[in-house]
Structures are given as C-alpha cells and as structure tokens.
C-alpha cells in the first residue's frame, strides 16, 4: 500500500520534470495521469475499506471475548452460591467455579490481545484515510489546475497564430503597393476626365460645323414661312 503513495507522489522529482518536458501533448499526458491516480485512488480505498473492516472485526471479538469473560465469573459465582446455598457439593462446586475461573482468564487475555490489535489495525486505517483523503484532494487540485492551463493553452495558442499571421505581413510592401494602387486610382480618374472634356470639345466643334452648312437650309425654311404668312394674309 505504501508503495502506491510513494509512486503517486514522485512527480516532484526532478526526472518526472524531465519527462514533461519531452512530452508532445502534456495535457493528454496530464489527462492519462489524472486517470491513472483516479485508478489508485480506486484502489487505495479498496484497500482502506479492507483495513477498517478487519478492524471493526478485531473490536467486535474484543467486545465478545470481554463478555465471555464476564460471563464466566457470573457462573463462577453462581457454583459458589449455590455451595454457600448447600444445593452443590462443595468439591463438584470449587472445581466448576475454577474452571469458569480458567476460561474467564483465557477470554479476558484474548480480550486484551484483540484490544491491541484493533487500536493497532484502527491506527493504521486512520493513516490510510489521511492518505486518501490527501490524494483526492490532490487530483482535485490538478483536475482544477488542468482546466485553467487548457484555457490558458488554447489562448496561448491563438496568440501565437495571431503573432505568426503578424510577423509575416510585409507592411513596407503593403503600403508600396496601396500607394501604387491610389496612383492607379487617380491616373485612370484623370483619364476618364480627359475623355469627358474631349468629348464635350467634340460635340461643340461639330455643332458649329452643322451650323455652318445647313445655313442654306435655314434660309429655305424661312422662305417658306414667309410664303405662308402672305397666303394667309398676315402681314
């Protein structure tokens, strides 16, 4: 039995540091040992439940062999009354009495041995619950202790993706190539804004181009309208 507390709790030593450190995943291994100490504590207090039994065990048979000796002197005492009574003879009476007397003594020594061996087995099954009581308050902590350093790992984790997505962005290239983007920008803006003074340059040049040469037509026209306003008699 002891020799299960003494491995459970050699993880302070500094080859169980040395194993950690060359673990690829610590927490499924910190996950493993959890279950492992779980299985021993499974186990330790299989054992303490057979110690305290043994030792409730040792009690009751102390407690029985202490009345068995009482018992014995009653009877002792009865044989003698009944010769002080003259209901027995006194011989037939003396030699009972002294074998209930012998067996009073052998039940009151089995009485004490059995006393001290159950103050012993209770001693060491008081032991064994402070043990198990220390490992469960230790795989307590470190189921505790476990959560918070998955949180704490999985944060770390994403930090250092952030960090590493960071450290590889090209920010001088970045901003040369945002520059020659607004560059791009205002060339293709002035461009287009050149193609729209042309092309109001060109509508004004062909107006005055049509104005010219339909002139003659313009003067038909007017012609024309003078003949209808001196049909109709307008003058």
């Known amino acids: 039995m002891a020799s299960v507390f003494s491995r459970i709790f050699k993880v302070g030593q500094a080859q169980a540091h040395s194993v950690v450190d060359k673990l690829e995943d610590p927490i499924k291994m910190t996950e493993q040992g959890i279950r492992d100490m779980k299985k021993d504590l499974q186990g330790a207090m299989q054992s303490l439940a057979q110690v305290k039994a043994l030792a409730i065990r040792m009690r009751k048979d102390a407690d029985d062999k202490k009345k068995l000796a009482g018992d014995y002197e009653r009877k002792a005492m009865l044989l003698l009354q009944k010769m002080q009574d003259g209901d027995l003879d006194a011989a037939q009476a003396e030699r009972l009495a002294t074998e209930a007397l012998t067996k009073k003594e052998e039940a009151a020594s089995r009485s004490v041995q059995l006393t001290n061996d159950w103050q012993a087995q209770q001693k060491m099954a008081d032991q064994l619950q402070h043990k198990v009581e220390k490992l469960k308050t230790t795989i307590s902590r470190y189921e505790n202790e476990l959560v918070t350093l998955k949180a704490r790992a999985k944060t770390a984790s994403s930090m250092k993706k952030i960090n590493q997505q960071l450290s590889n962005v090209d920010s001088s290239g970045t901003v040369a190539m945002l520059e020659r983007m607004k560059d791009k920008v205002n060339e293709e803006e002035a461009l287009a804004e050149a193609y729209g003074d042309i092309g109001q340059v ?22 024309s309208l003078a003949a209808l306003k001196a049909k109709m008699g307008i003058q």
């Open 202 to 223: 060109g509508s004004s040049l062909d107006d005055e181009i049509d104005a010219v040469l339909d002139t003659p037509a313009a003067s038909a026209g007017s012609d």
